[in-house]
Structures are given as structure tokens and as C-alpha cells.
């Protein structure tokens, strides 16, 4: 009879480290859902502000200063999208790659823009009163995009809107992998 009581007290010991493996496992992924869905959430913040900025830059009225902060900010916003890198789904990684890098190219094109108008207003403050039209130019100059950078905002615009149909992708997945693990996971 001891042998019989022995052998049902290993039974249930493998089966309590079945199920803290299988506890620990669904925690994993759990974890791993959590993850990703927090990217996924600063992606789409981070995806709006872009596409805010990139409205703005092609307003002549828009202060380059100001946008040129704010697209920084978009910088470190997607940067910390992308911070778990090795534990997002490839899907999710290739849509905050793809809307840093339009984000990157929309902060240089800003930046060379508040220099050259910061430039343009040190000159214009040494030429002490020069002609009217000479005025006119830098301040034409320093207020708006040029057409190079018009171009590049659009080229800008439209790989945003192909990173924008992939995060919608993207978010279906989650969704799909968020009540695949709430379905798995069972109160008992």
C-alpha cells in the first residue's frame, strides 16, 4: 500500500510543475502582449504627432522653431516605441523603423530650415537697414519651405502613409494575439 501512496503523491508533484510551467509560460506571453500592445500604443501617439508635423511643415505660416521642437519630441517619442526591440512582433518593429526614419528625415529638413532662417536674421541684423527687397527675400525665404523641401515633405507624407496601412495591420495582429492569450488563460 505504501508504494500505491508514494506513486500518487509523484503524480501530483509532476502535475503542480506542469502547471506552475504552464503558469510561468502564460505569464511570459502575457508579458510579451503587454509589451507589444505599450509599443503599439506609442507608435500610433507618436505616428499622429508625425503626421501633425508633417500638415504643419507645409504650412508657410508654421514657426520652424516651434516645429522643429516638436518634431524631436516625435524623434524620442518613436525611440521609445522601439525601446524592446528583440521582444516586439517584426511587424510592429518594422512600422516604428519605418515611421522613425520618415520622422528622422522630416527633423533634418526642419533643422536645416531654423538654421538658415536663423542665419538669414544674423545677417539681416549686421546689414543694418538694407534694401527693401533684399528684406523681402530672406524673409520669403526663412518663413517657407523651399520646393526641394516640399518634395521631400510629401515623399515624407506618402511613406508615412504606407507605414500607416501596415500599423492598421498591426493592430488587427494584437488584437488576434491579446484574445488568443486571454482565451488560453483560465481562472482555475
Known amino acids: 500500500m505504501k508504494t500505491g501512496h508514494a506513486g500518487g503523491a509523484r503524480g501530483k508533484l509532476g502535475l503542480r510543475i506542469a502547471l506552475v510551467i504552464a503558469a510561468v509560460l502564460l505569464l511570459v506571453i502575457a508579458g510579451l502582449a503587454a509589451v507589444n500592445l505599450s509599443a503599439a500604443v506609442k507608435f500610433n501617439q507618436a505616428t499622429t504627432s508625425l503626421n501633425a508635423n508633417i500638415k504643419a511643415a507645409q504650412d508657410e505660416s508654421t514657426d520652424l522653431s516651434t516645429l522643429n521642437a516638436q518634431q524631436q519630441q516625435t524623434d524620442a517619442q518613436f525611440a521609445e516605441a522601439g525601446q524592446m526591440r528583440s521582444a516586439l512582433l517584426p511587424q510592429i518593429r518594422d ?80 488584437k488576434e494575439t491579446q484574445s488568443k492569450t486571454n482565451g488560453t488563460t483560465k481562472p482555475w
Not at 531654423?114 to 543694418?128: C, K, M, P, R, Y
Not at 500607416?164 to 493592430?171: H, L, S, W
Open 95 to 174: 512600422a516604428i523603423d519605418a515611421n522613425a526614419s520618415v520622422s528622422a528625415e522630416l527633423t533634418k529638413i526642419t533643422l536645416k530650415k531654423v538654421e538658415a532662417q536663423q542665419t538669414g536674421s544674423t545677417e539681416n541684423q549686421t546689414e543694418a537697414n538694407g534694401s527693401a527687397s533684399s528684406s523681402k527675400k530672406n524673409a520669403k525665404k526663412g518663413g517657407s519651405l523651399t520646393e526641394e523641401q516640399k518634395k521631400q515633405v510629401e515623399e515624407l507624407m506618402k511613406a508615412n502613409q504606407q507605414s500607416t496601412d501596415t500599423q492598421a495591420n498591426t493592430k488587427k495582429e494584437q
